[in-house]
């Protein structure tokens, strides 16, 4: 840990030491390893399998990750009311906040709480008050447990990161707030991501920025937009898949060559050719350092080694360094001269 600061100042200390680096992206591995549905995305694991989330925070941590997240993205009660399981919303959350309390005591890594998009919240009086509920509900849980700061993620409409952020403030914690840009560099009321942001440091927000539904390639651009508007640091966490410009989101890649998929919609489940290497994300972390974020990390799709390399590239030599790739002992590609004499003796030089 790079920083030795207690209390609500952990967050803000270890960002003026240095870059952050937080790793999301909780959902889809965990769905890839077969303990999440994909659709509902809801993070029953927590309970039926704790052990399994707790090794996933470790494997983060491993790979350079500063801060573990409790595993409560999308935890909320209308998620849990739509899959008939309300009943074990406050257990999950509590849960999963344990999980990553413990986690984070073993390498004294920062603890974060984490709120999301509710799915409610639109212009109406009535969907404000119920999203602004369950945000208070969240945050409740994650004061009582004694987290460093909550991270507020995935939002489309800039007003509900403003309300979740109110929350977060009300509870006296430090609060991360992300914004999710669609295929328009634009919040859902139209706001510029400057003013969106803007608002938020405004608001009291200790990081502000963006998160999920870009790829690298098409969230860079939009990074020095934000950093012009805040004095306060900047946040970055795509997916690590290829969007590009006609495609700018990882929903709306398309892939028309793949006929086993019931539409040409690889999203969520067939996103696999799209995935960007350990070394494009190297890239990007340089990049958008260099361009002024202080606050790096994957969100949905990130696995460890992406992290490890993410990290690698801020200058980092996290424990998972120690097995970072060394091909010149490779068998058949390497430049030791033992095994390459070994392999011409077999007739196999590639």
């Known amino acids: 840990m790079a920083a030795s600061a207690d209390g609500k100042g952990r967050l803000r200390a270890l960002l003026e030491s240095g870059p952050v680096i937080c790793a999301e992206g909780y959902l889809f591995e965990l769905e ?57 919303l406050e257990e999950i959350n509590r849960t999963a906040l344990a999980i990553a309390k413990e986690v984070a005591a073993e390498r004294d890594s920062l603890v974060a709480g984490d709120i999301c998009n509710t799915n409610v919240f639109a212009e109406d009086a009535e969907s404000r008050s119920a999203a602004r509920a369950m945000f208070e509900e969240q945050v409740g849980w994650a004061a009582d447990a004694g987290v460093d700061f909550v991270i507020g993620e995935t939002f489309s409409y800039a007003e509900e990161a403003l309300a979740a952020l109110a929350a977060i403030k009300a509870a006296g914690l430090p609060a991360a707030i992300t914004i999710a840009v669609h295929q328009h560099a634009v919040t859902r009321e139209g706001w510029t991501l400057a003013d969106a942001c803007r608002r938020l440091e405004d608001g009291g927000a200790d990081v502000v920025g963006l998160n999920c539904m870009r790829g690298p390639a098409t969230m860079l651009p939009l990074l020095e937009e934000i950093r012009k508007a805040v004095t306060v640091h900047v946040a970055a966490l795509p997916v690590p898949y290829r969007t590009h410009d006609r495609e700018p989101t990882f929903q709306s890649l398309r892939d028309p060559d793949c006929a086993c998929l019931p539409s040409e919609m690889p999203f969520p489940t067939a996103l696999d050719p799209f995935m960007c290497n350990r070394y494009e994300i190297a890239e990007f972390a340089r990049a ?24 690698e590239a801020l200058g980092r030599t996290p424990p998972a360094s120690r097995y970072s790739p060394d091909m010149s002992k490779h068998a058949y590609f390497g430049t030791d001269a033992t095994l390459r004499k070994e392999n011409l003796a077999f007739g196999r030089e590639l």
């Open 288 to 311: 958008a350092h260099a361009a002024g974020v202080g606050y790096l990390g994957l969100c949905c799709g990130g696995a460890p080694h992406h992290i490890r390399s993410l990290a």
């Open 32 to 88: 890839r390893r077969g303990y999440v549905e994909a659709g509902p995305f809801v993070p029953e694991v927590v309970l039926e399998h704790p052990e399994v989330v707790a090794q996933l925070h470790r494997d983060f941590v491993h790979a350079g990750s500063d801060v573990v997240p409790a595993f409560t993205y999308y935890a909320h009660r209308e998620k849990m009311r739509l899959v008939g399981k309300e009943q074990l």
